[in-house]
């Protein structure tokens, strides 16, 4: 059998205050049940820790040995304790969140500051990558949760889904499609189409030729970075599509948005954590904000896009 934690404290407060009288006080209990604790702790060891031949209570030599290992010990435990209730109140904590580029660089970034504004002392750390690396990060620990579109789904990686959203055109201002009623996925075809490579350009033309088989979409060009097609279509080399929360990074290369119909194609965004793994409360706290935030936020709500109804 190995000593109690209150056996513990009852030998430390004891060498620190020299009384059993000012040791009682302070652990908060009385004398008699000091001096059961000290008793206790001699059973379960086998010797004695403190010499009650003289007024003032002194530890034995074995006592002493022990004195500096207990405390230590009680340190190590209140510190750990104390930081999970700093933890659990949010006033410290780190959360590391992975995300594509354009949602890291339009989305996140206010919710983030947005956050901070109600838990300014937990730490949040965005890492920008790839799509296809999201899950990852994920997956190896590096960070506590992802968002990323919807991916073919995994045994070790947990989805839910975050938002659903459109699919929007963006053009330069002026362009011939400015003044048509609507745009469709045909009228994309007949200009430049810069698209991204990998699985985004692979689930759009599945998309496609499931809703519409005779429609095709062949790109002009493909690139890692939805930035770098705004700014290919702000140098006027052709049209894009995104979705409606990348909506200030279009408006900083001053480029316009519209719907994109027949098809109406949509795109599913998740959070991906790691099956099994449970989140840090500041994890969690931040995870529950995120989703209230793109609940709340206008482009969610069947609000307009650059003053397009959706």
Known sequence: MSPSLRQM????????????TLAAEYLHVTQSALSGLIKELESVLGVRVVERSTRKAQLSEIGRELFPLFEKLIEDLDGAMAGIAQRKALKTGLVRIAAPQMMACTLLPEVIAAYRQAHPDVQLRLVDCPVESVSGRVFSGEVDFGIGPERDPTAEIAAQVLFEMPFVLVYPQDHPLQSQPRVTWADVANYPFISLQGQFTERLLRDMHVSFRELSLNPYNEVTFMTTALAMVSANLGITACLPYAEPMVKLYRLQMRRLHEPELTRRFFVYTKTGRSLSPAAESFMAFLFKYVETHEWNIG????GTPL
């Open 9 to 20: 404290r009852a030998l430390v407060a004891l060498a620190k205050t020299g009384s059993f």
């Open 303 to 306: 609000s307009s896009v650059a």
